[in-house]
């Protein structure tokens, strides 16, 4: 097996790339940076989307929908926001095509100037703040919980399937409050919901922790992110959760009548996390013979093979395979039954596995006669031979233990895959080996970027519940009260 | 009541503006065109979405993403197609801001000039048709049955909240067919999924027909659509499906492969429903009072609100609440229990009858004694008093009740809303009293832009299954074949 693919060893880079589009999950569009997410890449999207939005829900939150457009001149009334976004996004300046006089195809018809140029929405914290503004007039009004589920568009040079691309997918919500504590409460609660769903869901085990002030959100006060280690030792940050303070309030003139009849700045945050999770997704766990899947993002969690020559055995395995199918899905499992004759067993078995589907049921005509199947499962490829009658609970609970293993898999990667260090040669050597480096800094941009210039590593985080510790920068020698995490990264 | 609206009668486009407003459906945003969708609106359009989606699915298609942005160059590929959408875009032709060196605020950076324009996407046939040349090789790649839920952007200059916005949601499907029989098949079940949801979730009549030459889709060979009647005696295409022929295939040279070893051009269908379908319900249904919803798509089912003196009283009057909402949630309702003592009863009464909530229960200190409750229909305003026990088993009738009385209320005004005419004064007579009008044409495109010049009215369809019938066209008097349906629209 294997033959599909490069292995990881050989080129990570290479690997990632082909199976993202040898998966059918994903492949460049005609449109520069832009991807088409295939059908089988956007299933897994529906069931990233449909758990998130039942959190997002049991935690109070409504969905929304606002503009795709931002007036030129809102992305310049946050000073920090516009100095992060303005670099690179798409510009609408007309409305306009019409026919080329010359009368080869059209062009842009130059009457059809827009007054003011629009902005194809990066983030839209701005024309979110400018809607609330009519939203709240007093402490009645508030919290408002909103949530969006969106495509932005930031124009990046260098881009990957899912991990950076111009247009993607997403959710950002934005929430209003009347006290800080209230929104810095909020800020972290949706953190933890991150952090549960990439746990649960994708079963990747992430770091909470805080960004410095140097890998903060444009216009926040405070970055919360999740962190995960992919399998060749770089970080990649799956979620962000931002406490804005007041600044979009400020930008906006977005106050509310207190309790006490007093006007109050409102206080802001926003938090979000994009397709970008199906980059984290897909190398947190797959292997060289494709994708693997947990069984609570798995499009199909049981694929149903029969092994049969010519059309009587066909039809006999059809019986047994649909039976199978139906008390699975009775079950509460997705369910291919593929006995299409147009493609041989083995081509359908690397076929299933390249797109890693959790659990494959495969019987020939001796298991029919003697009233088993062979079951095998995707993460460790250990197959076995079962009675037929046990298919349905062994499928069932290999669900469950499939996204079990995977998930305790990458936490012991992990685990192996923290280092500590008190020297520059130390950090030097644990960087090239990968992973995360928990290392003492001095606290100052300066010495971060310095680090960045000289390894680049980023602070990726500065962990939650960080233990305080007396230390010396690992560059500059200078005091240090905790260490924080480097990492190369995605 | 009607305190909060502007009443049909005396202005019924005010009053649809004022409903959108103040139910809190949606809003203007600040980008010309472009609306807010507020919580309330979405929630309903999220359920639209997912009764939709559910149908897409069970008839085989799945879903996927393409591009926001189309190259300007893809556009004047289909002659027709480009003449259609050309007109009305917003074209993105920077990648970039920069500050403006007088320091104030950010300005289009004209080194960042795209070589060649892009255009947001107004519909995607171009994009995903270029796509699709590289998905199909053979026979056995077809056919292909995607969907996207996505935005696009129709640079209109008169906009109306879900009638007509710059931007606005929906869902485009695309089909791709070895044969013109399975294509044609496939753009008339999916005008049957469009008219059976119309019809079953939206309680909301339509007629299904094709449209002239004249109405079609640019690039399309037949647009087949469902018509709705909306109460002020204008029609409302509510949704259409497009067989396309291979003017797709041939613009972009998707060939396949054949069973006989030949290259063939691909035949395709499109079809898709927006956030116009908003629109269509609104106006359907709603009354002085406010919106009327059915119980299939409201995001409250049932609102129970307690008629309380003090907090003694309400603490009782809780736990009958949160009872009632409970039992009412495991039959499987969606419930809103408003005790809040900020607001008056009559208040929340008026609140969510604006808001359409299909039924409420109250009750007050004689009832809490009595043992009984009020029960209050919003689509017929009755109210009875019953026993607390019978509360639940009401409230679930009242959903099959209501979803059924309001579709029969519609069926009858349109059967009232259809004349037949055979003369021009007829036709005019007609015209001015609303509704659809059935009448002989000439079956030519002059004519019908005449009629339309003179009276603003248009072909909605040729109904399908149109009995043939001799006649006379109504303008020009010539010779014609069967009546098609007339209708000033939306």
Partial sequence: MGKFLTSRSENYSQ????????????????????????????????????????????????NAYFPLF????????????????????????HYRLKTNPDGSGVIVDPEAKLEEELIVRPTSETIIWSTYKNWIQSYRDLPILCNQWANVVRWEMRTRLFLRTAEFLWQ???????????????????????????????????????????ERFAGALDTYCIEALMQDGKA??????????????????????????????????????????MGALIMSHSDDNGLVLPPKLAPIQVVIVPI?????????????????????????LSVKFDDRDTQKPGWKFAQYELQGVPVRIAFGARDLENGTVEIARRDTLEKETYPVGQAVDICTKLMDEIQANIYKKALDFR???????????????ALAKGGFVSAHWDGTTETEVAIKEKTKATIRCIPLGNPLEEGKCILTGKPSKQRVLFAIAY
Same sequence: chains 1, 2.
């Avoid at 997410?37 to 989307?49: C, F």
């Avoid at 685990?415 to 260090?421: C, D, G, Q, R, S």
Wanted: proline fraction near 2%; include cysteine.
């Fill in 15 to 62: 690997w990632y790339n082909e199976l993202v589009v040898k998966a059918d999950l994903a492949e460049n569009s005609a449109v520069r940076g832009c991807m088409v997410i295939k059908p089988y890449g956007y299933a897994i999207w529906e069931k990233m989307h449909d758990a998130l939005d039942k959190m997002f829900k049991e935690t109070g939150h409504v």
């Fill in 415 to 429: 685990a192996a895959n923290i280092t500590k260090v008190d020297t520059w040669e130390e950090f030097e050597a």
């Fill in 308 to 332: 049969f020559k010519g059309d009587e055995e066909n039809a006999k395995m059809r019986e047994l395979g649909n039976k199978l199918k139906a008390d699975l899905e009775a079950k509460g």
């Fill in 172 to 214: 950002e919500g934005h929430t209003a409050h009347a006290t800080k504590e209230e929104a810095e409460v909020e800020a972290r609660k949706m953190l933890d919901v991150y952090a549960k769903f990439a746990e649960e869901f994708m079963a990747v085990p992430v770091i909470k922790g805080v960004k410095t002030a140097n």
């Fill in 70 to 93: 931002i007036p030129k001149s809102f992305l310049s009334r946050e000073a920090d926001h516009v100095e992060g976004f303005a670099k690179e996004c798409a510009v609408v300046t």
């Fill in 236 to 277: 990649l940050q799956a979620g962000t959760s931002h406490f804005l303070g007041q600044n979009f309030a400020k930008a906006f003139d977005v106050k509310f009548l207190n309790k006490e009849g007093k006007q109050e700045l409102v206080w802001a945050t926003s938090w979000g996390v994009s397709t970008r999770l």
